[in-house]
């Protein structure tokens, strides 16, 4: 058998000292600090944030480490070993939004972008800086290496300039930190042009460590959850799958404007308006109205979807909504997670993954095998994690089992000859801030 693959978190003073070298060999003498800002994985409420809906992420101990010194001038100018340690230069006056002239390329746009949302939510000014980036957060692994890169870059500017939004590393202020969302978010929409919510900045700035983060999307309100693994002797595995589907950009927006169908026909809002206890008088009620409307075209120029994928979608964001619910019910009662309530915890969690597959089609063979493989070896639950197609799987496992299980899920991706996915120890950890 292969031995399983780690990607370990680098430790603070590993990721201040490597960001700050590869500052001091870009740009020559010493940043003014180094700031961080964590990945994310989300344990259960999956593709609910665009439905007004539950999530319930974790900080990753995988950050982004960005070591920035401000400028007398507007200039940007931005170094990651992960692009060739080409610098990017940029400048506050110039840049603008993808597809505009003053489009930023590729990475620096999650930074830059930053700056230049911040000037537009009433921060007009800002300096120019220089940055030098050390990540261990896997890119494009659906663990929010892009969520992590902006924050950074938020708690960074906002120290900096002054802003005084962040807070302290001792007393964050949440507050403030729901605004750097919305400017992360902003950033991440409009310059980088991917369409995503905000469940991904707010797990990176709003988390605390041995929680996780209740977000309701609907106004961005946070509770934090008790999610102790290790004083229980637990452990989240996180499984990156490696696969890149083509299908997957489309993917996102189709299953999008599912749910907006779904609610226009349904007569809320979003889809979280409908209560778990009418979910099967909501979903006649939706065959009804979607078979009515076959073959016309909505407002917005789209194809009425067919009948029955407008109620699997629904029954999923649904039902996801209310395993949500009952998952932070059950971790906020306050006995242990052990016996008859981590059964129930991995219950939620593999029901999730059964509504992701079957109703809302967005698993894949790599996601599906890591999760059968994990149940097989002991796992208590296990599901697909962020938006799916690819991109990665958690497992709830015994402390002591995690090697074993990580050994299992590889042996079961060489019986399937996929690539050898890899694996992080997920310890629910510290959001944003400032490391020296
Ligand atoms: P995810 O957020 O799931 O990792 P995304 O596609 O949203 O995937 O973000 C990945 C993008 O973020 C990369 O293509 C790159 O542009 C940028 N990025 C993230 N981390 C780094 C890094 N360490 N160096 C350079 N670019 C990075
Ligand atoms: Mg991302």
Redesign the pocket.
């Known amino acids: 058998p292969t031995q399983p693959l780690f990607t370990p978190a680098m430790s603070p003073q590993e990721g201040t000292s490597a960001a700050t070298a590869l500052f001091r060999e870009t740009f020559g003498g010493e940043p003014d600090g180094v700031w961080y800002a964590p990945?994310r994985v989300n344990i259960i409420g999956e593709h609910t944030d665009y439905n007004g809906g539950l999530a319930l992420p974790i900080a990753l101990p995988h950050r982004?480490h960005l070591a920035l010194r401000r400028r007398q001038d507007r200039t940007v100018r931005l170094v990651?070993?992960?692009?060739r340690q080409q610098v990017d230069v940029t400048d506050l006056d110039t840049i603008g939004p993808k597809g505009t002239p003053g489009e930023v390329r590729?990475?620096a746009?999650?930074v830059a972008g930053v700056a230049w949302a911040l000037e537009r939510e009433g921060f007009a000014g800002l300096p120019g800086f220089d940055a030098a980036?050390?990540?261990c957060?896997?890119?494009?692994?659906?663990?929010?290496?892009?969520?992590?890169?902006e924050c950074s870059a938020a708690v960074a500017i906002d120290e900096v300039a002054g802003l005084g939004l962040a807070g302290s590393a001792d007393s964050p202020d949440d507050a403030g930190r729901a605004r750097l969302v919305q400017v992360c978010v902003r950033a991440?929409n409009e310059m980088?042009g991917?369409p995503?919510g905000g469940m991904?900045q707010s797990a990176s700035l709003r988390c605390l460590p041995g929680h996780a983060l209740e977000l309701d999307c609907r106004d961005g309100s946070v509770a934090h959850v008790p999610f102790d693994l290790a004083a229980q002797e637990l452990a989240l595995l996180v499984i990156d799958t490696k696969a890149k589907h083509s299908l997957v950009d489309g993917q996102y927006g189709q299953r999008r404007a599912a749910c907006e169908q779904a609610a226009n026909l349904l007569g809320v809002e979003l889809l979280a308006d409908v209560a778990v206890q009418d979910l099967d008088e909501a979903l006649e009620r939706l065959r009804a109205a979607a078979s009515g409307s076959q073959g016309s075209t909505s407002a917005a120029g789209a194809d009425t979807l067919e009948p029955d994928v407008l109620v699997r979608r629904t029954r999923h964001v649904v039902t996801e909504i209310d395993r949500t619910h009952q998952l932070v019910g059950l971790l906020q009662d306050g006995r242990p997670l052990a016996g008859d309530k981590l059964a129930a915890a991995g219950a939620l969690m593999d029901a999730s993954h059964e509504s992701l597959r079957v109703d809302y089609e967005c698993t894949c063979p790599e996601l599906d095998t890591a999760v059968e493989a994990a149940r097989s070896a002991g796992a208590h639950g296990a599901r697909m994690t962020?938006?799916g197609f690819g991109?990665s799987a958690i497992a709830l496992v015994d402390a002591a089992r995690v090697h074993d299980v990580a050994a299992a899920v590889t042996d079961a991706y060489a019986r399937a000859g996929f690539t050898p996915p890899a694996f992080l120890d997920a310890v629910p950890s510290a959001p944003a801030g400032r490391l020296a």
Do not use: C, K
């Open positions: 990945g982004a990651s070993p992960q692009t590729q990475w746009a999650y980036l050390v990540s957060v896997p890119l494009g692994g659906g663990l929010s290496s892009s969520a992590a890169l991440e980088a991917a995503t991904d962020g938006g991109g």
